[in-house]
């Protein structure tokens, strides 16, 4: 059973995710948050600190299975041998867009809120991701440098930003389509394996061309 301290923690943590996802950090204030958790701001205050710290702790509460699985998955190729490009980007994609799967119906508010984190215009919000996300992501862009020799490490790290950009992108669903196009992928309807098997081979064949 739950204490009134975890439940009050879970909910603020629970609407910052939707909130800062719809509104971003700047566009979304302490107090909307807490009136719609049903608490104040000494319990931010209590739990956190600050805004920011909520921010920094619902981020590494969103990042903790998706770094966990992508460390795994690259622990798991390596102990193989060398994995190729495809098998890289595979387990680093994936386990960004399984958000949706493991969240259920919070999924897709989950993958929001981290897109729309990686992409704030504020620099010091976008290094606060970084804080959680750079130490696996930098053995994923070593493991591809590795992967493509021909390729300087300049082009694959180009190619490697992009492959983050185009992912945070599906994931705070920032992307402008064509009219009358449904939305795919995350809540757009599509099954969320799809969207990664498409994003997937796209992404080959960027890092296949774009490298030669």
Known sequence: ?????????????NIAEQRFGEGGYEGTSLRAITVAAAANIAAVNYHFGSKEALL??????AMAPVNTERRRRLDQLEAKGEPNAEQ????????GLDLV???GERGPVVARFIGRVAFDPSQRIRELYAAE???VEARYLAALQRALPSASP???????????????LHQSQALTRPPGAEPPGIDGGEDPGKLAEDLIAFLVAAFDRGLR
């Open 1 to 13: 059973m739950e204490t009134p301290v975890e439940s009050t923690r879970e909910r603020l943590l």
């Open 56 to 61: 920094r702790a619902a981020v590494a509460r």
């Open 88 to 95: 890289l980007i595979r387990a680093f994609i994936e386990p």
């Open 101 to 103: 799967l493991r969240r």
């Open 133 to 135: 996300s750079d130490p």
């Open 154 to 168: 300049e082009s694959v790290a180009f190619g490697y930003v992009n492959m983050l950009g185009l992912l945070a």
